[in-house]
């Protein structure tokens, strides 16, 4: 039987839809997703997380379940300030960040507006700031999705999130899963209000506050955030680690979520060495 979807009301009167998994006794994960998806681009990845971890995935604003006000757009120190909310609300202490591209750069935000709150972050194809490029890519993508409708938009986005070979292998499949994201009775304005929230945002000057370790993680095939790009991410962080991953594009926890898990679980074990008294 399918778990019914479980909303949490923020002071601010926003609901997000969210859902608690994994290990109860374990410590806590956050996945946050990226632009244009939902908590299902976490599949792959959650079967090698979950025996150790407690994890909490969510929709943002505009995204999945959760509400989509009409009033926009929503700037990313917006979703990263309802995100805190969420935290509060459901009394989560001291999570590991796990992002994915704009969920890296929610993930930024909070880890630079509260250093003390968080252990450690993986972050997959974070920018430290969306550049003019970035930004005709995007506004290129929402006029898409007002012309074309989601399979127009994944037609003009999808050369830039897989990598070569995961994309050919897979091209139908997302194709109908960025369909049902983006569409299936969904109010179109909450995916055009996160794209367009994007614009302007900058995060360089506050790169410097962040005192959890990261990892930052890029895919070689990267065309939308591609290494050269998210290395600057890294040199504003002091305590950060850059690896380039071989064969991956933007969305390394969909392309190889085997892989991913794999450096997720061996950097949480570095920084915390105490959790290998546990099973892990």
Known sequence: MRSQPTFAALPSGLKLHYRVQGN????????????????????????GLSDRFRILTFDSRGQGKSDAPLEGPYPTTLLAADAWELFQTLGIRSPWLIGLSNGSALSLELLSAHPEAFPGAVLTSAMPWFDFAL???????????EVG??????????????????????????????QVVTGAGRPM???????RGTQGWDIRDRLGHIQAPVLLLSGAED?????????????????????????IGHAYPVEDPKGFVARVRAFIL??????ADTKF
């Open 270 to 275: 570095e920084v915390q060495p105490d959790l």
């Open 24 to 47: 109860p006794a374990g410590s806590w994960l956050v996945l946050l997703n990226g632009l244009l998806s939902d908590t299902t681009m976490w599949a792959g990845a959650l079967p």
């Open 223 to 247: 065309l939308l955030t591609p290494p050269w790009k998210c290395l600057e991410t890294a040199k504003g962080i002091p305590h950060s680690r850059f690896e380039v991953v071989p064969g």
């Open 189 to 195: 304005h909450g995916n055009l209000h996160q794209i």
């Open 135 to 145: 930004s005709l890519k995007a506004e290129h993508w929402a006029r898409c999705l």
């Open 149 to 178: 409708g989601p399979l127009m938009q994944f037609d003009a986005v999808a050369p830039f999130l897989w990598g070569d070979r995961f994309l050919e292998a897979r091209h139908g499949v997302l194709r109908a899963y960025h």
